[in-house]
């Protein structure tokens, strides 16, 4: 592995993924402890998939840390980017939706779910190239 830029992007995408893990934890259990029986079955279901995307998208970003370190190159960094502003616009919108924001707004979650998408043709890009 070399040293400088590459061991600071693991580092951040392994901190990105503990803080969405830790995050998407925190809303679970405020999904379900706080908000159900406040919440419509419709939109505690939009929440619960706030909260199920994010988390599988920390340990995605978990393993691209890994990603970048096995294969570094563009690839493998653009995922860990994608990922992250997936998560963000994706799962964001959605909380943001479930917690009062106008139904419009839900019109950026599909860019976050083709981001989270990018991401994935990203890593599998980087493994077949293998970091070149």
């Known amino acids: ?4 830029s590459l061991s600071r992007m693991d580092r951040l995408f392994v901190f ?4 969405a893990g830790l995050t998407a934890v925190a809303a679970g259990a ?17 929440f619960q998939t706030a909260v199920l995307y994010q988390m599988f998208h920390a340990l995605a970003l978990l393993a691209c840390a890994g990603v970048v370190t096995r294969w570094p ?4 960094t653009a995922a860990g980017w994608l990922f992250m502003v997936g ?6 919108s959605l909380y943001l939706i479930v917690l009062g924001a106008p139904r419009w707004f839900g019109a950026i979650t599909p860019l976050g779910g083709t981001a989270l998408m990018l991401g994935w043709i990203c890593v599998a890009w980087a493994a077949l190239k293998g970091g070149r």
Not at 1 to 4: A, C, D
Request: charged letters at 10%; aromatic letters at 8%; proline letters at 0%.
């Open 1 to 4: 592995m070399q040293s400088g």
């Open 73 to 76: 190159g563009r690839a493998a």
């Open 30 to 46: 405020f999904g379900a402890h706080v908000l159900k029986g406040r919440l419509s079955s419709e939109l505690l279901a939009v």
């Open 16 to 19: 990105f993924a503990a803080i």
């Open 87 to 92: 998560m963000v616009v994706f799962s964001g």
